[in-house]
């Protein structure tokens, strides 16, 4: 961005405070200032009659001569009218300012100052007089509070309108006082910070006095210096202490407060009374939102209050059965034709030689609402859970050993399975079995079945066809629901 201030113009830097001087000094620099330098107000007084400069940057410290009555001095020299003011500090004294003048906080800060110069020559250039005053237009971010102290400068008389959204705001001016604000319901310094907060916005002033009550008494200049503070320690504080995210539970009520507990106070823990969330007291309360967030933090910190967060929304549980899995599994279970058909539910087998990986698959699957175990012992050939897979059909879970002796003993429920789940725990002691097994269960009952383990396995040092088949590693409810409909899928092959 390019400096609208011209090369050859000549600042007059005030200050006893090396540090400010150096900081303005090098920052105007780069704007193209030539910089003259004051330590003290009689140096200052001599400078600015003989060079006459384009611009004065006056800081509120300075020897001999008070600050103040140096700005009275130079701004009452008709030599010096119109050139424009840049106040530091200033905080509560009563200046007198023109439209062209600005007051910035300390210590000053080199953006500031710079962004500041270029709105004034801006301002210089374009800002039309109190009679010429822009009845409509567009502010940007920043602008708000440049444009209000030109209202208050020029002894303005009526309101001004923002516009943003579907939504409005009021600062209503008497004589240049800024003297209420409203949104929605808010009024005072409130609404006025509020909408100081604005980043853009269409305004329209309106040169005619509203009927409203005074609610802001401090003067103008001090009540927008305050609130850009305030506005900085707000955004600070808010993300330390994320207003829609925090609920409050008062520990107290209003008559256990101490006697000397503030106004503010009082009305938090009347408000904790109405609103749960930390963001709706912060815009019923009467007073500014740091100082609202300010105490509610403060009065977290005594134990008075309690904050919580929200409890976390549960995830949604994804169906155990894959929506087309279901719809087939419904057809051949209610009115297919075959012996699973008889009755509304089928078989799950699950192939386990060791029962400590039954109880571990146990934990696992029960995690998933649709699968439900009952809390006996583990015994083969025994129903010990079901998987509720909706439209009243249920699928049974039935351990079974993976044993050569127990082979002709699975033809019994063959017509009831859909298929079956076989949980490795040694491979290397049980690849002799399961090569039988698979041959028998794959080629002579036709029954698919998944290899899967609980735990990660190290199968380098073992050599078996069997391992072209996809081992599946039990890490989530992702994993078994993939595996089940893997294996119902390759089912209704067989029916």
């Not at 000549?10 to 006893?16: E, F, H, N, Q």
Request: hydrophobic share 40%.
């Amino acid at each position: 961005m390019t400096s609208p201030v011209k090369k050859g113009k000549k600042d007059l830097a005030i200050s006893s405070n090396q540090r400010e001087l150096l900081i303005i000094n090098d920052s105007l620099k780069k704007e193209g200032f030539e910089v003259l330098r004051a330590l003290n107000g009689p140096s200052a007084l001599e400078i600015a009659l003989k060079e006459v400069p384009d611009l004065i940057v006056l800081v509120d410290e300075l020897q001999i001569i008070e600050p103040l009555r140096i700005a009275e001095i130079l701004k009452s020299n008709p030599v010096l009218e119109g050139v424009p003011f840049i106040f530091v500090g200033f905080g509560g004294m009563k200046l007198k300012t023109s439209p062209k003048d600005r007051i910035i906080k300390k210590p000053v800060e080199e953006p500031e100052l710079v962004q500041t110069v270029r709105k004034i020559f801006k301002i210089e250039e374009k800002a039309p007089g109190k009679e010429e005053t822009a009845k409509k237009g567009t502010l940007k971010e920043g602008e708000i509070a440049d444009f209000l102290m030109v209202l208050a400068n020029q002894g303005s008389d009526g309101t001004l309108i923002l516009s943003k959204g579907g939504q409005k705001g009021y600062v209503y001016f008497e004589k240049g006082n800024i003297i209420n604000a409203s949104i929605d319901k808010i009024e005072g310094e409130k609404a006025l910070y509020r909408l100081l907060g604005w980043k853009e916005c269409e305004y329209e002033f309106v040169p005619v006095r509203a009927l409203t009550p005074v609610r802001i008494k401090r003067p103008s200049n001090v009540v927008l210096i305050d609130a850009v503070r305030q506005m900085e320690e707000f955004e600070a504080m808010r993300s330390k202490l994320p207003m829609n995210e925090l609920f409050v539970i008062p520990t107290v009520d209003i008559s256990s407060l101490p006697s000397h507990a503030s106004p503010l106070v009082k009305e938090i823990i009347l408000l904790t009374e109405i609103y749960k969330k930390v963001e709706d007291i912060v815009n019923a309360c009467s007073y500014p939102d740091i100082q609202v967030l300010k105490a509610i933090a403060g009065l977290a910190k005594k134990g008075l209050i309690k904050l919580k967060s929200p409890p976390k929304k549960r995830k949604v549980e994804e169906p155990i059965i894959f929506p087309d899995n279901l719809q087939r599994l419904k057809e051949k279970v209610m009115g297919g034709k075959g012996e699973i058909s008889r009755r509304a539910y089928a078989r799950l087998i699950i192939f386990c030689g060791a029962e400590e990986t039954a109880k571990k698959f146990k934990l696992f699957a029960s995690k998933h609402s649709a699968i439900a175990f009952s809390d006996k012992k583990i015994e083969y050939f025994t129903s010990i859970g079901t998987i509720n897979v909706g439209e009243n059909i249920k699928i049974e879970i039935i351990f079974l050993r993976p044993d050569e002796s127990y082979l002709p003993l699975y033809t019994l429920i063959k017509f009831k399975t859909i298929g079956g789940i076989y949980l490795i725990t040694d491979l290397a002691n049980e690849i002799k079995t399961l090569e039988k097994f698979h041959e028998y269960m794959i080629t002579k009952m036709g029954i698919p079945f998944r290899l899967c383990a609980m735990d990660k396995k190290d199968l380098s040092s073992i050599k078996t066809s069997l391992l072209t088949d996809k081992i599946t590693y039990l890490k989530t409810l992702e994993d078994l629901r993939s595996v089940l409909n893997e294996v119902i899928g390759e089912t209704f092959q067989r029916f």
